[in-house]
């Protein structure tokens, strides 16, 4: 089946500091990424839509100039959280629908960001 | 609006008990599709199904089964014979028809499956 990959699984940074998130697809190409945050214990909520060689579109609330978010190609996308603080720290999952399999939809592993 | 409810925070059995997962949607689309995935400590999302919005047909997988009641928004899942394996936090997920292959998921909140031995 479709594979979608993150990096890093896990990260520790401090605060003011930025991380880099890469979201890609393995073995598709997608034109679309969705990145969603997951609080502990609570459910995922979409963050933002990522549109390769395009802007991205930001749910309400979430701010594009602290989460930039880089659809660089095809099977690429990153999520950028610049000078995190420590209520940053949360549980990032990608997800890609796989075009033309019925709008399956692939998620990433997760990305675990600490901020101390 | 799109919205999932997961009426049940935590759920405890005991290995072997049968178990029901509750799931309530409201969209207004008239073609959309439902989703459950598992997600264990570990965090990584497992697909477990999709039902689309026209296929109210039953449907079992081995332990598993759906139950999906397009009259009463539900879409409620169960598991048979209870193992410590599933013990995770399951979420039930909406997804409205967009024309192709895009659209986020809407997730309810997670039941929280606990399965003592």
């Known amino acids: 089946g479709a594979v979608v990959s993150q990096h890093p699984s896990r990260v520790i940074c401090k605060s003011g500091t930025s991380v880099k998130i890469e979201c890609r697809s393995l073995?598709?190409?997608?034109?679309?990424m969705f990145w969603y945050r997951q609080f502990p214990k609570k459910s995922l909520m979409l963050m933002a839509t990522?549109?390769?060689?395009?802007?991205?579109?930001?749910e309400q609330g979430v701010e594009k100039d602290k989460f930039l978010i880089n659809h660089a190609s095809l099977t690429l996308s990153t999520l950028t959280v610049t000078s995190a603080h420590p209520e940053d720290s949360s549980f990032y999952i990608c997800?890609?629908?796989?075009?033309?399999?019925?709008?399956?939809?692939?998620f990433g592993p997760g990305t675990r960001l600490t901020v101390t | 609006a799109q919205k999932v409810t997961q009426a049940q925070t935590e759920i405890s059995v005991v290995e072997k008990e049968d178990v029901t997962l509750d799931c309530v949607y409201e969209?207004?689309?008239?073609?959309?599709?439902l989703f459950w995935y598992k997600q264990p400590p570990s965090g990584e999302l497992v697909f477990l199904i999709r039902?689309?919005?026209?296929?109210?047909q039953n449907e079992i997988s081995g332990r598993y089964s759906w139950n999906f009641q397009k009259s009463t928004s539900s879409f409620n899942f169960t598991i048979t014979a209870s193992q410590v394996v599933d013990s995770a936090v399951y979420f039930c997920?909406?997804?409205?028809?967009?024309?192709?292959?895009?659209?986020?998921?809407?997730f309810g909140k997670g039941t929280k499956l606990s399965v003592k031995p």
């Open positions: 997800s890609a629908p796989q075009p033309g399999h019925s709008y399956e939809q692939y």
């Open positions: 073995d598709f190409q997608a034109t679309t």
């Open positions: 990522s549109n390769e060689g395009s802007k991205a579109t930001y």
């Open positions: 969209t207004r689309d008239t073609t959309y599709y």
């Open positions: 039902r689309n919005s026209f296929d109210e």
């Open positions: 997920a909406l997804r409205g028809y967009y024309g192709g292959s895009q659209g986020n998921l809407i």
